[in-house]
């Protein structure tokens, strides 16, 4: 997962709103998914700035390491009402069993289409007000051209539908301080400000609950570039502009999400973003709102003042193993390059890429929020309306495997990714192929369960079993029944209470070999991430947090450990081996994007055939966060 740098600004910052815009962290931003080359290919056009005083003062809800830094200084934070765990889970339930939803972003800006005086934008639409600093007169003026005449609302929901998707979110307002409702305290809105005349967000808000799709709001409650005083991330560029934020927040903000809140029926989930400057005596009036309008009200982690949400945003990308501490977590993602309209981006991911990331994300227990763009005339793009179309049909056979599931019991499986639910009588495993085997074998590693049942879900065809020392292994058709583009499905019925044993990483111990990130035990809110195409691991914030590996050697051999780190601090941690300690100093590279040359972590013996533990952990009271990358074990003659 991306985190916020001090000296750089990345696309969590900004929301969903703009690709990551720091050139030196195009290549930081690609990790270890499926999605991560794509990813990469497509931000190279998005790069900007940011201080550190304005990250740190307006992002201490999302980021880890603002949020450490903020509670070491005794930063007060929202008072949140106390919820227990089951209270808490009968809240989400809705949530963790949807898994798939859509996003919207529309506005003025899909009037603009990308390009102003016949420049394109070098960024994301939405972003076109701000990155090409027009003035806030010209900007508006666009309104005359955002006519939605084709706009069809509950044909979107019932696209939505088809797709799979079960709840909608759609940008209320967006950054540009544009109301797609009929707002009473500014003019600024599609009712007055545009030839449509009309009030978008009620006919949308009725087709979904007509419809049973679960409905929210996304708002920008502090950056805003058209109201005065309304926040943004550098030197505002109009007068227009100027003004007393806390003032905005109090006539502008607080008034408008009254009004989503209160005029449209029955809210799921409010989606908050970018709070610049926002403290927690301005967030609190916001957070108690949401809950008094719409009790049961779902929240995302960027509403600020210390309010650290429901559900982590990662942006853009997918964690590679997920979240060791079980937290709830959502991916949002545009279907192109940019959330809004932009008539020269037709970098369109496939459906077959969609439905990939929406495995990997329902393997490692996260929901995915997938974005369309709509034309300033409601025409929704046809790569989008026919991407949604296929993920459809591919959901309309194996949705099984994704609704109501949690994450795969397997730390890695080569093959493809796997989600799991419990039932009354035992537990499920859908095992989703993506490389289907040469040999025809797929192995479960650890599984120790008896296998009551295993067919295809693409037609109801048995396949064989086999249970061994290494676990269980599923034999399946020499080649695929289906597109293989699109993962298969394959459903096994086991017996009992699920038990997977942790198998040990074996290395020949005669040479040298690696204790690879994405293969760690991951305690606490670490996670791996990967920058510039290598996996590290991060957010590490917590001293208490480690990780650590299980390992079996066939020979025995000394070995010496290197790794590169990355941190703005100096610290030391500690490599554990069994009685062996050995602490490491661990110098400031002056970024957590900098990683420096291979450092020694020690030399240790290993002891051939027995299993073994390397734990990695804090030494140092007043921690600085570290990314350790790939361990390399070097052999000793």
């Known amino acids: 997962m991306r985190r916020e740098r001090e000296e750089e600004f990345t696309a969590d910052i900004r929301g969903c709103a703009a690709p990551e815009r720091l050139k030196g962290l195009q290549k930081s931003v690609c990790f270890a998914s499926i999605e991560a080359d794509n990813f990469c290919s497509t931000m190279k056009s998005f790069t900007k700035k940011m201080s550190v005083a304005a990250l740190l003062a307006a992002w201490v809800s999302v980021s880890p390491l603002a949020s450490a830094a903020a509670e070491t200084k005794s930063q007060p934070v929202i008072t949140q009402p106390v919820e227990s765990k089951a209270e808490r889970d009968a809240r989400m339930a809705w949530w963790r069993e949807a898994k798939f939803g859509m996003f919207i972003h529309w506005g003025v800006y899909a009037a603009l289409a990308g390009s102003h005086n016949g420049k394109q934008t070098g960024g994301a639409g939405e972003w076109i007000l701000y990155d090409m600093e027009i003035p806030v007169a010209d900007y508006k003026a666009y309104s ?8 069809t609302p509950e044909q979107w929901v019932i696209m939505a539908k088809k797709a799979g998707m079960k709840y909608i979110v759609i940008t209320s307002k967006h950054h540009d301080g544009f109301a797609l409702f009929d707002t009473k305290v500014s003019n600024w809105d599609v009712v007055d400000a545009t030839p449509y005349g009309k009030d978008l967000i009620a006919p949308l808000a009725e087709a979904c609950h007509k419809h049973g799709m679960k409905f929210g709001f996304y708002y920008s409650q502090a950056q805003d570039w ?17 003004g007393d ?36 005596e301005l967030a609190e009036p916001l957070f108690k709102l949401a809950h008094e309008l719409q009790p049961g009200i779902i929240m995302n982690d960027r509403l600020g003042g210390g309010f650290h949400g429901d559900s982590a945003t990662p942006e853009q990308h997918i964690p590679t193993t997920g979240y060791a501490d079980g937290r709830d977590w959502e991916v949002c993602m545009t279907l192109n390059n940019t959330w809004g309209y932009s008539a020269h981006d037709q970098n369109w991911k496939s459906p077959e890429r969609v439905i990939k990331n929406l495995v990997d994300i329902a393997s490692k227990g996260g929901n995915y929020l997938i974005n369309m763009g709509p034309m300033a005339d409601g025409s929704v793009p046809e790569a989008t309306v026919e991407c ?42 859908y095992l989703h192929v993506f490389d289907w085997p040469e040999d025809g074998t797929l192995l479960l590693p650890g599984l120790r369960n008896d296998v009551l049942s295993a067919n295809l879900l693409w037609e109801p065809v048995p396949v064989g079993t086999q249970i061994d020392d290494s676990g269980v292994w599923v034999k399946v058709p020499g080649r695929p029944p289906g597109n ?18 942790s198998i040990p990483l074996v290395f020949d111990g005669s040479k040298d070999f690696e204790f690879a990130a ?3 035990e991951l305690t606490g809110k670490v996670i791996v991430e990967q920058k510039a195409g290598k996996d590290n691991i991060g957010y590490w914030t917590d001293s208490k947090d480690s990780f650590s590996w299980s390992f079996k050697l066939k020979n025995t051999g000394k070995f010496e450990l290197f790794s590169s780190v990355a941190s703005q601090g100096d610290t030391t941690i ?28 020690g030399v240790f013996e290993f002891k051939a055939d027995q299993t073994i533990q390397l734990l990695i952990r804090s030494a140092d009271a007043a921690w600085s966060p570290v990314n350790i990358r790939d361990i390399k074990a070097k052999k000793l003659e």
Request: proline residues 6%; neutral net charge.
């Open 144 to 151: 005359e051209k955002f006519n939605p005449v084709n706009y």
């Open 226 to 242: 058209t109201h005065p005083g309304g926040g943004a991330y550098k030197n505002k560029w109009d007068d227009a502009q100027k």
């Open 245 to 280: 934020f806390a003032k905005y927040v109090n006539e502008i903000a607080i008034p408008q999400t009254r009004e989503i809140l209160s005029n449209y029926g029955k809210i799921d989930i409010i989606w908050w973003d970018t709070p610049a400057n926002m403290t927690p």
């Open 388 to 429: 949604f179309r296929e993920v459809g049909n591919w959901m309309h056979i194996n949705g099984e495997s994704i609704y109501n599931t949690t994450a795969s019991p397997f730390k890695k499986l080569s093959w493809g990714r796997c989600t799991k639910r419990l039932e009354s009588d035992g537990v499920r495993l």
């Open 484 to 501: 293989l583009e699109r993962p298969e499905v394959i459903s096994l019925k086991l017996k009992g209470v699920l038990n997977v044993e």
């Open 518 to 520: 994405s293969e760690a």
């Open 574 to 601: 500690e490599v554990v081996v069994g009685d062996m300690v050995s602490p490491v100093k661990i110098k400031s590279t002056g970024s957590y994007d900098k990683f420096g040359e291979p450092i020694s972590l």
